[in-house]
């Protein structure tokens, strides 16, 4: 096609993409020259991109201009052996910028806290580059005529990747230091500190940009990342859009050729079917580069067409039923495909039909990436339907593929929503506060369950074999539409309700289900639960429920007088019994205590302990020995008058601070609102001679354990084997309450009694509200008739 643009989709370009974020209107330009960014990217990384450039939206000057380079499927390269699409295109960035003046280097998996012209602007003196350390090269501000004889196209394309880092780091003072905090890796994050965080851990990169190679898990610090992600959403924002689509697009357009041949659509007879239930009697067909083709169009419906390269806004087409986007996507530039996308979905009222070729059997184009693109954006806009036919192409080894989902055109109205409870009060509760939040009207069938609870439900199956049902609620119909459970006992029945149901019923798992994820529309899980993230799986920093408001009020009545004559503050000291790996340790007990009981003191105030039934008497001597002289109450569960102490008592407290091993009253304590102090206890392993070796050796096994730096090991094969067992069923690892720790200190909302100052303010737990919309947006879909299965 052109000496910088290839002929073929995704059209490889010789030198990157120039976005210009101009000075805000009626804002007076700066005088300080533009703020040049240089950003490693690639297709698969649309969503990282996306808000890449947000946050800078977000935190930039509005008065200064912004030159940002999106260095994407550039020609001249050999990718063999790299890492990522975009590793060695840093080192052409001098090249790139003309052999003058400064220029930013980012990858793309990092978000902006702070303005980058903060960067741009320091004082370099006669370094060649800024950055954090002389091999550290994922963000630099670089001295383009400095770096050029050693970064330049012709290097970067000759020589690896090692020798293009280490030579000039061998150049005394042509390296030079800039605040780690322009670079913070994953836990290195600090807020109000940290100006670019880095989500270095490829497995646990909030967007999971490559499904297909990792199997991903939570970041504590995803929040941070999803907050922004939902900001750009609000904001309807993209990179490019209608009237300003990409430089490829506008290139194509400008240069007026013959692209590559595109056959006539053919609609499946669900697509057909789809027309016809919908009501759909206006279809828009669209294109780019040459009118679409429909063959065999169905009777009674008319037919307009739109060529996109020539009404990027679809201004000539009017109000339509539905869009069929034929030959459109595999002719588009990738970069414009994410706005495509919206405008099509917010044009199309009824149904998106989207017919193209599969490029790749597996990643980025593949039949699985494209459903995934248009589920995403499709959750953008609520309304329509759509249908994807993505056919077979033998170039590529791609098989093709048919996804769709069908939005109800009648609104959700009231479904029937059932709650199953098992009498475990942590599970049953959280249940119950989900079908609150839903804001529909729901009942609860209560289990009573018999000895073969114990069996793994991979044996029970979708059964009520584990239910006395002469005890239990009756499970009849009319069959409910969504059924809650939460914890694994209840988890058989709730697979037997919709086999009944005939598959109409919707499953929500909360917590472990331990059986195969795909039987469940959704699951909501916490870090410490330790399962993979799937499509279906929703995960979330603590449980769902605390302790209830009026549950409080009563237990606080029930203490009042015993309570009554300890000052204030109040620290409440929760002991478990030692959990999950974690050792009750008299030398750790004693410190804790003796650590509060200082700062009581000094307060003039009172401890409150809290001791778990089975917690070691050992370990309740030494603790009345460390806070002898301090006013306080201790008091053992399920002793005589011990009438729920936990509510009285976290109630009554002003500070909590609870062992490692107490997960339920540390969510609880969190969920309360109060400042949450975490006392670390010693692990089983260290005692033992090799101990922490053995550990550290088990944690690498199953694809855990951290670097150096405390950042995650990235993950490797027999961690993706874990993690695809664990979605079988098959496996089901302990759980590990460190993550849930994790989690909350990341969030502002624990920190450790002996460990630094807190990362960040407190952030208020959303769970409950997002478990609900994503039920919500379920609900909103006319379930699979296949779905009947279990």
């Known amino acids: 096609m052109s000496d910088t643009l290839s002929a073929n989709w995704p059209y490889f370009r010789r030198d990157p993409e120039c976005v210009v974020l101009e000075p805000h209107p009626g804002v007076a330009p700066s005088p300080e020259p533009p703020v040049r960014i240089f950003l490693g990217t690639e297709p698969a990384q649309y969503r990282a991109e996306r808000i890449f450039f947000w946050s800078i939206e977000k935190h930039r000057d509005p008065a200064r201009r912004y030159e940002i380079y999106r260095m994407s499927d550039l020609s001249g390269f050999d990718r063999k052996g790299w890492r990522t699409g975009f590793t060695k295109y840093r080192f052409a960035i001098p090249e790139f910028a003309g052999g003058t003046g400064r220029a930013i280097y980012n990858d793309v998996d990092q978000i902006y806290l702070a303005d980058p012209a903060e960067l741009f602007d320091l004082e370099m003196g006669e370094h060649g580059y800024l950055a954090i350390s002389p091999e550290e090269t994922s963000v630099m501000l670089i001295d383009c005529a400095k770096m050029l004889p050693l970064w330049n196209r012709a290097t970067a394309a000759r020589e690896g990747k090692h020798a293009l880092i280490k030579k000039p780091a061998a150049i005394p003072g042509l390296w030079g230091p800039c605040d780690p905090h322009w670079n913070a890796r994953d836990q290195e994050y600090v807020e109000g500190r940290t100006k670019c965080l880095h989500y270095t851990a490829l497995h646990q990169q909030p967007w999971e940009p490559f499904p297909e190679d990792y199997s991903y898990h939570p970041n504590p610090l995803a929040y941070l990342w999803h907050e922004l992600e939902r900001e750009a959403d609000a904001a309807g924002y993209q990179v490019f859009g209608p009237d300003r689509p990409s430089p490829t697009f506008r290139e194509l357009v400008a240069r007026n050729e013959p692209l590559a041949p595109v056959e006539p659509a053919r609609l499946s007879e669900d697509a057909r079917r789809l027309l016809a239930d919908l009501g759909a009697r206006r279809l828009l067909l669209v294109g780019f580069g040459e009118p679409p083709r429909l063959a065999e169009p169905p009777p009674g419906i008319e037919l307009v067409s739109v060529d996109l390269a020539r009404d990027p806004a679809l201004a000539s087409a009017g109000p339509v039923d539905g869009i069929l986007a034929a030959g459109l996507f595999e002719r588009l530039p990738p970069a414009d495909i994410g706005w495509v996308l919206d405008s099509l979905f917010a044009r199309a009222r009824r149904l998106l039909l989207v017919d193209l070729r599969a490029h790749a059997a597996e990643g980025f184009a593949s039949p699985a990436w494209w459903r995934r693109r248009l589920a995403e954006a499709a959750a953008r ?27 109800r055109t009648d609104g959700i109205g009231s479904p029937r929503v059932w709650v199953l409870t098992t009498g475990e009060e942590r599970y049953d509760r959280q249940g119950l506060e989900l079908a609150r939040a839903l804001g529909w009207p729901f009942e609860t069938r209560r289990l009573v369950l018999n000895r073969l609870r114990r069996l793994p439900n991979l044996v029970l199956g979708a059964s009520l074999a584990s239910t006395d049902r002469s005890r239990s609620d009756p499970l009849t119909p009319p069959w409910p539409d969504l059924v809650i459970t939460s914890g694994r006992k209840s988890v058989p029945a709730a697979l037997w309700i919709r086999r009944r149901s005939g598959g109409r019923t ?16 959704l699951i909501v899980a916490t870090p410490s639960a330790r399962l993979p993230l799937r499509d ?13 408001a009026e549950r409080f009020a009563a237990a606080e009545a029930h203490w009042a007088e015993r309570l009554a004559a300890l000052p204030r503050p109040r620290t409440l000291f929760v002991v478990g019994r030692g959990r999950d790996g974690y050792r009750i340790d008299r030398d750790a007990i004693r410190g804790a205590a003796a650590r509060l009981a200082e700062d009581l003191r000094r307060d003039r105030g009172a401890l409150l302990v809290l001791l778990d039934r089975k917690a070691p008497s050992a370990a309740e001597a030494v603790l009345r020995g460390a ?21 009285a008592l976290l109630a009554a407290a002003d500070r909590v601070a609870v062992t490692a091993d107490e997960i339920g009253a540390l969510a609880d304590a969190c969920l309360a609102g109060k400042p949450v102090l975490l006392v670390d206890l010693p692990r089983w392993y260290e005692k033992i001679p090799g101990g922490r070796a053995l550990a550290q050796g088990l944690r690498l096994l199953w694809g855990g354990g951290t670097t150096y730096r405390g950042t995650p090991h990235q993950q490797h094969a027999l961690g993706r084997l874990v993690d695809h067992l664990a979605t079988r069923g098959l496996l089901n690892l302990p759980r590990d309450p460190r993550r849930l720790h994790e989690a909350l200190v990341a969030r502002g909302l624990v920190r450790r009694l002996d460990g630094p100052a807190p990362v960040a303010s407190p952030k208020p737990l959303d769970d409950l509200a997002r478990a609900a919309e994503r039920v919500r947006r379920l609900m909103a879909e006319v379930p699979s008739a296949a779905r009947a299965r279990g």
């Open 627 to 647: 806070i002898e002289g301090v006013p306080r109450l201790v008091v053992r569960e399920d002793e005589t008058g011990s009438f729920d102490a936990r509510a």
């Open 381 to 407: 806009c609520p309304g329509p339907s759509w249908h994807l036919e993505v056919r077979p192409d033998p170039r590529f080894a791609a098989a093709g593929a048919r996804s769709f989902t069908v939005r």
């Open 536 to 548: 279906n799986v929703l995960p979330v920093a603590a449980p769902l429920s605390g302790i209830p």
């Open 506 to 521: 919707r499953l929500v798992q909360i917590g472990r289900p331990r059986a195969p994820f795909e039987l469940f529309d």
